[in-house]
T-cell receptor
Framework: SQTIHQWPATLVQPVGSPLSLECTVE??????LYWYRQAAGRGLQLLFY??????ISSEVPQNLSASRPQDRQFILSSKKLLLSDSGFYLC??????????FGPGTRLLVL | GESVGLHLPTLSVQEGDNSIINCAYS??????FIWYKQESGKGPQFIID?????DKRQGQRVTVLLNKTVKHLSLQIAATQPGDSAVYFC?????????????FGKGTHLIIQP
């Protein structure tokens, strides 16, 4: 069966520090991968998606970037965090561009 | 772009009662719909899906209804339990569209009262 992992689970970082969040998927090959951000009490905002290694599409201009160094690994990064980067970051995968399956999320607090 | 929205941000029901969560969508090309459940501090969990060639689909204690004429989707939960307390999101997709995937609604917070 397929599983998706995210780490860390929680992170507290100062403003201006770098960020690296990791997502890995097991049990499937060549999945589509997605990064979402969710503000408190809000819906899901798609940040990036990837249909293959090295292929990244950005949905919104922002302070973040994404990379896909391996088929089942998706990384969300920032060189300098802003206060507004705080939120709940969710990684998801799909194989048919329909149903997406979400990871447990990373809660990021930028102080 | 077009988006999916929900009628009510919060729904409070008595334990044991049935719950109905509503969703409106605007993209007439959408042909696949999903309901997700998100408990506090966790990622959304797939509940049930429905394709546009159907108007009803049933799962365990849940039923999804699709009315394409008025672009309306609903999730019915029978005999709600405390564990049903969560935020419920509807999502839609045009399967012929790009890989950017699902469009999510803002969510409805379902509160179960004892």
């Amino acid at each position: 069966s397929q599983t998706i992992h995210q780490w860390p689970a929680t992170l507290v970082q100062p403003v201006g520090s770098p960020l690296s969040l990791e997502c890995t998927v097991e049990g499937t090959s060549n999945p589509n991968l997605y990064w979402y951000r969710q503000a408190a009490g809000r819906g899901l905002q798609l940040l990036f998606y990837s249909v293959g290694i090295g292929q990244i599409s950005s949905e919104v201009p922002q302070n973040l970037s994404a990379s896909r160094p391996q088929d089942r690994q998706f990384i969300l990064s920032s060189k300098k965090l802003l206060l507004s980067d705080s939120g709940f970051y969710l990684c998801a995968w799909s194989v048919n561009q329909e149903t997406q399956y979400f990871g447990p999320g990373t809660r990021l607090l930028v102080l | 772009g077009e988006s999916v929205g929900l009628h009510l941000p919060t729904l409070s029901v008595q334990e044991g009662d049935n719950s109905i969560i509503n969703c409106a969508y605007s993209n007439s090309a959408s042909d696949y719909f999903i309901w997700y459940k998100q408990e506090s501090g966790k990622g959304p969990q797939f509940i049930i899906d429905i394709r546009s060639n159907m108007d009803k689909r049933q799962g365990q204690r849940v039923t999804v209804l699709l009315n394409k004429t008025v672009k309306h989707l609903s999730l019915q939960i029978a005999a709600t339990q405390p564990g049903d307390s969560a935020v419920y999101f509807c999502a839609e997709i045009d399967s012929g569209g790009g890989a950017d995937g699902l469009t999510f609604g803002k969510g409805t917070h379902l509160i179960i009262q004892p």
